[in-house]
C-alpha cells in the first residue's frame, strides 16, 4: 500500500489539546482550549470562518468552560458541529448561519462528549465527573432536539460516574455509550434505544478511559478505543472482546471511519507541549481485522486526528500544521 502526505501551514496554532472533524466534503472544523471555533479548507488551509464560543459563554471571564472537546460533525448536507465545554453546557455551531447554540445540561452535571444525528437536527450529550474526594459523580445522557429551539426530549442516569463517549447509529436506532468508574482503574459499556434512551445491555468492563467508540453501520460490531488499546466487540453481546489490539506505550489520539473498519491511532503518550516541541511519536492506521498496521509519514507531531472523504485522513500538529494522508493499492 502507498501512502502519500501533504502539508500546510496554517494561520494559528491551536491552544492545549484540538479537536479537528470533516465539515462537508471540502471543509475541516477544528476546536481548542481557547474556546473558539475555526473552519478551514481542508486543501489549502484557509480560514473561512471562526466563531468566538467563549464570548457567548456566561462564565467568560473566568476563562472556565473553554476547554472544548468531543467535536463531532454532522454527515449530511447541513453543515453544523458540536462540542463538549467540560462544563455544564455543549455548543452547537452551524456556520452557514452564523448561528452559535448553547446546551445548559438539564442534569446540571459537566458535559464531557456529544453526537449529533446525520442530519444535525438532534444531539446526544453525555455528562458527569470524576470526583477527586471519593465520592461518585453521576453518568448521564441526554437527547435534544435542536431547531427550532433547543429542548431536551430525554435523559438517562446510566452507571459508573461520567460519560466518556457516546456513538449514535441511526440505521439501527442504537446508542453505544462508554462510562468510566470513580476508581478511574475500569469502567462500563451500554447500548440503549436511540428515541428514548432505555438501556438495552450494560456491562462492566476493564476499560478505562474510552476516547472514541463507534457501531458499524450495519449494526453487527462495536469499536471502543481506550487509554491502552482498541477492542472490538460483536453485538449484541458485549461481554465477549472479538479482536484486541494492545499498545503498551499508551494511545492519547484516535479515530474510526464510519463503516468501522479503520481505526487511527497515535502510539505513545504526547502532551500538548510536547506536541508544540516536536516530540516524536507515530500514527499508524489499522484495518478491519486489527492485525495489520500502516505507519503513516510525518506524523511524529500530530496532536489531533480525523478520517477525511474516501481513503484519506487529517491530522494536526500543536504548532498549527495541517497533515492530509492518502493510501492507496499499489
Excluded at 280 to 291: A, G, I, N, P, Q
Aim: aromatic share 6%.
Amino acid at each position: 500500500m502507498r501512502v502519500t502526505a501533504q502539508s500546510v501551514q496554517l494561520q494559528f496554532s491551536p491552544v492545549g489539546w484540538a479537536g479537528i472533524a470533516m465539515l462537508g466534503n471540502e471543509h475541516l472544523v477544528i476546536s481548542d482550549w481557547s474556546g473558539h471555533l475555526t473552519l478551514v479548507h481542508a486543501e489549502s488551509g484557509r480560514i473561512e470562518k471562526h466563531a468566538d464560543v467563549q464570548r457567548r459563554m456566561k462564565l467568560s471571564n473566568l476563562g472556565l468552560g473553554t476547554t472544548l472537546s468531543s467535536l463531532v460533525a454532522a454527515t449530511g448536507d447541513r453543515r453544523r458541529c458540536a462540542v463538549a465545554s467540560r462544563f455544564p453546557w455543549a455548543c452547537v455551531w452551524t456556520p452557514d448561519e452564523d448561528r452559535i447554540d448553547l446546551i445548559d445540561s438539564v442534569s446540571g452535571n459537566q458535559v464531557n462528549c456529544v453526537a449529533l444525528s446525520e442530519d444535525g437536527s438532534e444531539m446526544l450529550i453525555g455528562t458527569g465527573w470524576y470526583p477527586l474526594d471519593g465520592r461518585s459523580g453521576e453518568s448521564v445522557i441526554e437527547h435534544w432536539v435542536l431547531d427550532p429551539v433547543p429542548t431536551c426530549l430525554a435523559q438517562q442516569r446510566l452507571i459508573g460516574t461520567a460519560v466518556d463517549g457516546i456513538d449514535w447509529n441511526e440505521a439501527t436506532d442504537t446508542v453505544a455509550v462508554a462510562m468510566g468508574a470513580a476508581c478511574q482503574t475500569r469502567g462500563y459499556l451500554a447500548l440503549l434505544q436511540a428515541d428514548d434512551l432505555r438501556i438495552r445491555d450494560i456491562f462492566e468492563t476493564e476499560l478505562s478511559f474510552v476516547s472514541c467508540l463507534r457501531v458499524s453501520p450495519w449494526g453487527d460490531t462495536l469499536s471502543v478505543v481506550h487509554s491502552s488499546g482498541v477492542y472490538r466487540y460483536e453485538l449484541p453481546d458485549l461481554r465477549v472482546a472479538a479482536q484486541t489490539v494492545s499498545l503498551p506505550g499508551g494511545s492519547y489520539q484516535c479515530a474510526i471511519n464510519p463503516s468501522g473498519d479503520l481505526v487511527l491511532l497515535t502510539e505513545g503518550t504526547l502532551s500538548p507541549r510536547e506536541a508544540t516541541d516536536g516530540k516524536v511519536h507515530r500514527v499508524s492506521v489499522y484495518d478491519e481485522t486489527l492485525d495489520d498496521a500502516l505507519e503513516l509519514p510525518d506524523s511524529g507531531d500530530v496532536a489531533a486526528l480525523c478520517f477525511g472523504a474516501g481513503e484519506t485522513a487529517f491530522g494536526l500538529t500543536g504548532a498549527g500544521v495541517l497533515r492530509k494522508w492518502r493510501w492507496e493499492e499499489e
